[in-house]
């Protein structure tokens, strides 16, 4: 679908498949499991540099240059809006200027489960300092929208807790915030195999975030792959329409007539 | 007249007045993609030549690394 594209704060993607940078055993598993997964976004964090031992040490940048990527800076590990907000302005600086950030303020440190008032006070701060908000939200519609009506950009239900694999547990409540928030939503957290992305694909999602889902994989570069093609096949079955279901009721799907058994 | 900050959590002695820029070099940190906050207010790479360390500064340099 040439003209199929995720348009994300005015800005056009190929690739409904965002993922995140963490977890790989090294910098060359995640250029090779990133390229092969074909995504265009990427996330990354904000830490303190490791001041004394550094000198030589191998940067992500170079590993995922800016100009071939557009990168999604976080705020992981930040549990109010003042530490999420700080993240994102040292971010802009690290990042000259970019202002597209995934906002993402945790609850706990068991549940990483989204502090959802927290995460709009953060909204309504970076908005008005002209960043553009993809949120990490838990998946109450009513929320959702209320992050789409402080200016976010794109909000990120989570299909289950981050980085437990554990698939979509609610797809009636996504669905409900697919049908009424206009910007474009992607799940983000809990997707565990290449069925899980498809599946939230054919609800209707915009894109999917995930990271440990291929980071944790046996083999990375190979579910990047799979996840590539999933993103793409749930997207195709959505844009497609799938058949009415008809519960206990089949239909053949070869003629009924014809047959050369003798008719009674 | 020896400047004492934190940077980065750790205390730090520096003899001598010093700009940002110049802690950069002296943490040879000049040619990394870093980002500069002092006292919770980022210190924008274009002023790094002229802002003074000012003693007792509480100092974080940043980077981007490997995240969900």
């Known amino acids: 679908m040439p003209n199929d594209k995720l348009v994300v704060a005015g800005r056009a993607y190929d690739s409904r498949l965002l993922v995140g940078t963490g977890k790989y055993r090294d910098f060359d598993e995640t250029r090779r499991a990133i390229e092969a997964s074909g995504a265009q976004i990427v996330t990354v964090a904000i830490r303190r ?6 000198a030589n040490e191998p940067n992500l940048l170079d590993v995922l240059p800016p100009s071939k990527y557009t990168l999604l800076p976080n ?33 706990d440190a068991e549940s990483l489960y989204p502090n959802m008032p927290e995460t709009l006070a953060a909204a309504k701060t970076l908005v008005s300092e002209g960043f553009q908000v993809m ?24 299909a289950s807790l ?26 983000d957290a809990g997707i565990g195999t290449a ?3 498809a599946v939230a694909m054919e609800l209707g999602c915009d894109g999917v975030l995930m990271n440990t889902a291929i980071a944790k994989a046996r083999d990375p570069v190979r579910m990047g792959r799979a996840m590539k093609l999933a993103v793409e096949a749930g997207r195709e079955a959505f844009l497609a329409g799938r058949m009415a279901k008809k519960p206990y009721q089949a239909s053949a799907s070869s003629p009924e007539t014809g047959l050369i058994q003798k008719s009674a | 007249m020896p400047i004492r900050v934190t940077l980065n959590g750790e205390p730090r002695e520096f003899p001598a007045p010093l700009t940002f820029s110049q802690l950069v ?4 940190l000049a040619s990394k993609r870093i980002a500069v906050e002092r006292n919770g207010e980022i210190v924008p790479r274009s002023r790094l030549a002229e802002a003074a360390v000012a003693d007792g500064d509480r100092i974080e340099v940043v980077v981007a690394v490997g995240g969900g």
Do not use: F
Request: charged share 20%; aromatic share 4%; glycine share 8%.
């Open chain 1, 49 to 54: 540099m490791n001041i004394g031992q550094n």
């Open chain 1, 75 to 107: 705020t992981a590990g930040c549990y109010n809006a003042q530490d999420a907000v700080r993240t994102l302005r040292l971010a802009r600086e690290l990042l000259d200027g970019h202002a597209l950030v995934k906002l993402e303020v945790l609850g």
């Open chain 1, 135 to 158: 949120a990490y939200c838990s998946d109450d519609p009513i929320l959702a929208k209320q992050l789409e009506d402080l200016g976010c950009v794109a909000v990120m239900p989570l």
């Open chain 1, 162 to 187: 981050i980085g437990s694999g554990m698939g979509i547990i609610n797809p009636w409540n996504l669905q409900i915030i697919i049908d009424r928030v206009k910007v474009p939503v992607l799940v």
């Open chain 1, 195 to 197: 069925s899980d992305a």
């Open chain 2, 25 to 28: 070099d002296e943490l040879d």
